[in-house]
């Protein structure tokens, strides 16, 4: 039975399982929703919803928050099941990399217990903030403890998961997400979209939440509550982001550290985006005549590296895709969105370098890692483009492998604050790096000086 340790399940959720409650392991039954005067309590989500709102036609009421989930209602109990303290134990870690002197600063006090004991780690994209938690990683699953890897997007726990399979051969590691198809099963390493922690209580000594100020996360009281009550009571939590906002350093300040790394791992700068003006965009992208400017980068770019080429909405994508194999015809190009049903065979095929161009909208903007490439934004004025995803989006160029002269341009109609403040943090990304580096040098030039004159 041991597939119900630490989970938060519906009534519905048991009856699908097959299994008779006298045979459930220890748990808390309580009711889903409740009512308190005017409002409505989910138990599953924390969220209260008024009377009205969560009026059921024939009885009862339900939750409106988290009805993706599946309805919580008044029909339905919520099973709270406890989960056995696990022994110490090996584990088999296989990774031949090797950390940064500035990783291995940041991965070592977060192994360290102190006063704070959550993290941030605020980390430019492409600085290695996976590698820098293997060694927390391999502590934690050592002593015996569970831990989640939580993120936004599909896309991301796909490669995360490909990922830590490779670094833990012999662990076996839990996949979950909407399209995951496979039967939950109990593991102490598990890979998840933040939405998963909803069906989680008191589980995890360690989550890790990547992309902490993206969205669903950001702004979501409902998954906060699931994340806060997904880990254990002397759990810790570690987040992770290029982009945290002022409103989340606030809140943290008091109990978590924050560990700063403004250099990618390959001590390569963020390459600072090229701006492309180019008038009515939304309608040019329909004709091949009208958007010579892009294809002439396209002809650039493309003698280099592929070209990940991102699009404010899925029906421009589609429209532009059209346009541009007409234009280009000797290229390989598709494109992949959230509706797309060869999603991860597509990033699959783009990760082997099948495809010249690969159009997407924003469920690649984050996580996602490709060599040898180059990255455009059509309609990068659209206000699905935040400063954060802009600053992101930028960062999938030039990730991996050795330096290809990667570039990034943004096409624009107006030049609005998203791409102004989002060139400005580059650039002073870029100055960090600078000041930093020429620290590096100094400090490595004093010793060398140092050592000469010992010698002598």
């Not at 004991?117 to 996976?130: E, F, N, P, S, Y």
């Not at 008191?202 to 969205?215: C, G, M, T």
């Not at 950001?218 to 002022?246: C, E, M, W």
């Not at 194999?325 to 990760?351: C, F, G, H, W």
Request: aromatic content about 10%.
């Amino acid at each position: 039975m041991n597939h119900f340790w630490g989970r938060r399940l519906l009534t519905r959720d048991i009856k699908a399982i097959d299994c008779e409650e006298v045979n459930l392991p220890n748990y808390e039954k309580i009711a889903a929703v409740e009512r308190l005067s005017n409002w409505i309590l989910c138990h599953r989500c924390g969220m209260r919803t008024s009377v009205i709102d969560g009026q059921l036609a024939d009885y009862g009421y339900f939750c409106t928050h988290c009805l993706y989930l599946g309805r919580c209602d008044t029909q339905q109990d919520l099973y709270l099941f406890d989960q056995p303290e696990a022994k110490p134990r090996e584990v088999v870690f296989f990774w031949t990399g090797q950390l940064t002197e500035k990783q291995t600063e940041i991965s070592k006090r977060i192994l360290c217990h102190s006063e704070k004991r959550h993290h941030l780690i605020w980390a430019v994209t492409g600085a290695g903030k996976t590698e820098m938690l293997y060694p927390i990683l391999v502590e934690t699953l050592k002593a015996g403890g569970r831990v989640a890897i939580c993120t936004p997007r599909v896309d991301v726990c796909n490669e995360l998961f490909l990922r830590y399979r490779y670094v833990f051969p012999e662990e076996k590691i839990t996949l979950l997400h909407g399209n995951t198809a496979t039967a939950y099963t109990f593991t102490s390493f598990v890979i998840c979209t933040i939405h998963q922690l909803y069906r989680f209580y008191r589980s995890f000594d360690l989550i890790v939440i990547d992309e902490i100020d993206a969205f669903p996360y950001n702004g979501d009281a409902g998954l906060a509550h699931a994340v806060q009550t997904a880990i254990k009571p002397d759990g810790r939590f570690i987040y992770l982001s290029a982009t945290p906002d002022k409103k989340l350093l606030k809140e943290i300040k008091q109990t978590f550290d924050i560990h700063k790394l403004a250099l990618r791992f390959h001590r390569r700068l963020l390459p600072e985006p090229v701006l492309v003006f180019m008038n009515n965009w939304r309608q040019k992208c329909k004709n091949k005549k009208k958007i010579k400017s892009l294809v002439r980068i396209i002809h650039q770019l493309i003698k280099e590296n592929h070209i990940l080429l991102f699009c404010p909405s899925i029906t421009m994508m589609h429209r532009l895709k059209a346009t541009l194999q007409e234009a280009l015809p000797r290229y390989e190009i598709t494109d992949v969105s959230s509706r797309d049903n060869q999603r991860a065979e597509k990033v699959q095929k783009m990760r082997e370098a099948k495809y010249d161009i690969l159009l997407t909208t924003m469920i690649l903007e984050r996580g996602v890692t490709f060599e040898r490439i180059s990255v455009i934004v059509l309609g990068a004025d659209h206000p699905v483009f935040t400063k954060s995803s802009l600053v992101q989006i930028a960062g999938r160029a030039d990730r991996k492998g050795p330096y290809t002269n990667s570039q990034v341009y943004f096409f624009y109609e107006e030049k609005t604050a998203a791409i102004r403040k989002a060139c400005q943090e580059i650039k002073e990304l870029k100055k960090k790096v600078w000041i930093f580096t020429n620290m590096e040098n100094r400090l490595t030039t004093i010793n060398i000086a140092h050592s000469l004159l010992t010698i002598k």
